[in-house]
């Protein structure tokens, strides 16, 4: 599904931002970064898109694995629509 006005990109440039902002302030060698970066590739994708590389998850690492990324991704997918819907344009 595609969103209004590019949101879909707007998400992805936000998620980014978010996550280049982090960076600076992380430990990047952790395994609670690497998860966060996969989260946040899996959120900067279309609805479409995501679908696919979470049913690939699912049939590699299994289903808990696939939910659990799925509903991060979604987490961060709204808060960046949050941050957007404050952001004066």
Request: aromatic fraction near 4%.
């Amino acid at each position: 599904m595609l969103l209004p006005n590019g949101l879909d990109q707007r998400i992805a440039e936000t998620i980014s931002s978010t996550i280049e902002g982090e960076r600076k302030h992380a430990d990047t060698a952790s395994p609670a970064w690497r998860e966060r970066c996969e989260v946040a590739e899996i959120a900067m994708l279309a609805d479409s898109e995501r679908r696919v590389v979470l049913s690939h998850i699912a049939s590699r690492r299994g289903e808990t694995a696939a939910s659990t990324l799925a509903h991060s991704a979604g987490e961060m997918r709204t808060t960046a629509i949050f941050f957007l819907a404050r952001k004066p344009s």
